[in-house]
Structures are given as structure tokens and as C-alpha cells.
């Protein structure tokens, strides 16, 4: 089992930035890959974000391109979420997930932590 804990979520303008962070604990030999998701009040849970733990390959949804970054520290058992040029429609609670294999999908998760945009 593998634990997570996300940090960095808060208020902020329009066009701010803000940094997320999620350190995972416990069986992290078996990570095959982390991801950042969000769920919208009234929405359901997407998938804004994933990055390859051995590779180090992303993927990103069409919303966020350009504006967001994951990166790891594999070391440190971090992966982060670098929101750039944020807009009220990133408001949402972020969540980061981890994947210990692929056909499983993702398998464990953090409690959330909140993100809001204001215009």
C-alpha cells in the first residue's frame, strides 16, 4: 500500500500560479507512474496530468497544455504540479494518484487539496 499526501493548494488570482505537491510513502519500490487529478464541484474526477516513473514520459489534458508541468524527484518520492496562467476553471479539488502497474490503473490516492481561481 502506498500512502500520499498533497500539499500547496490555495487562492488565487486569475493568471497566478501555484505549486502543488504530493510525497508518497510506503511500498514506492512498485510505482509505475503518478498523475494529478481533478474533480469540479458538480463534475466528475479527470485526469489532468500523469508522468512515467521510470521514463520520466507525460501526458496532459488538452485544458491544461502549455499552462501546467509535472515533474518528479524519485528520490524524494515527490511529484509536482506547476499551475501557470491559471483561470477559473482550474478551480477544483487536486488530487494525485498513484499507479503501482499499468493494468491495474491507479490504485491509491491523496485526501485532496483545494485549488481556487478567482476572476
Known amino acids: 500500500q502506498v500512502q500520499l499526501v498533497e500539499s500547496g493548494g490555495g487562492l488565487v488570482q486569475a493568471g497566478g500560479s501555484l505549486r502543488l505537491s504530493c510525497v508518497a510513502s510506503g511500498r514506492t519500490s512498485s510505482t509505475y507512474a503518478m498523475g494529478w487529478f481533478r474533480q469540479a464541484p458538480g463534475k466528475e474526477r479527470e485526469l489532468v496530468t500523469a508522468i512515467a516513473w521510470s521514463s520520466g514520459s507525460t501526458t496532459y489534458a488538452e485544458s491544461v497544455k502549455g499552462r501546467f508541468t509535472i515533474a518528479r524527484d524519485n528520490a524524494k518520492n515527490t511529484v509536482y504540479l506547476q499551475m501557470n496562467s491559471l483561470k477559473p476553471e482550474d478551480t477544483a479539488v487536486y488530487y494525485c494518484?498513484?499507479?503501482?502497474?499499468?493494468?491495474?490503473?491507479?490504485?491509491?490516492w491523496g485526501q485532496g487539496t483545494q485549488v481556487t481561481v478567482s476572476s
Open positions: 494518484g498513484h499507479m503501482s502497474r499499468a493494468k491495474y490503473g491507479y490504485d491509491s
